[in-house]
């Protein structure tokens, strides 16, 4: 069986997900997440079951997930939403806040013209 063939490739992700979705379930996290670890490890950086022939896949794969964020949207509370307005935005601005000064500082050069050396 060839690494090209369909059939191949759809053994490889079943086998996957059968594995990966109920060790992530165990470990009381969520399924997505357990097909994107076994996406990991399948993939061409680790084991490499998976490589250039998947390329074919990535117009369902961008699909799923326009999916998965239409559901996300469809089962969210707009109430809830309002509630949590003030820890979404507080904590949302100070991580892009804290992201910004840090790499900002990151990468500063020493000898930016404008900066005084105390």
């Known amino acids: 069986m060839s690494n090209e063939s369909f059939f191949y490739q759809a053994l490889v992700y079943l086998a996957t997900m059968v594995v990966f979705v109920p060790l ?3 470990l009381n996290l969520g399924s997505v997440l357990g097909y994107l ?8 950086a680790l084991l490499g079951l ?7 896949l990535m117009h369902f794969a961008e699909f799923g997930v326009v999916m998965m964020l ?3 949207g469809m089962e969210l509370e707009p109430s809830l939403l309002w509630k949590l307005r003030a820890p979404i935005l507080g904590l949302g601005g100070l991580q892009v ?3 910004a000064v840090v790499i900002g500082g990151w990468h500063w050069p020493a000898d930016c013209p404008g900066t005084r050396r105390w």
């Open 24 to 26: 992530a379930k165990k």
């Open 50 to 56: 998976i490589g250039q022939s998947g390329q074919d």
């Open 97 to 99: 806040v804290v992201t």
């Open 37 to 44: 670890l076994g996406g990991i490890i399948i993939g061409p």
């Open 70 to 72: 239409f559901l996300i």
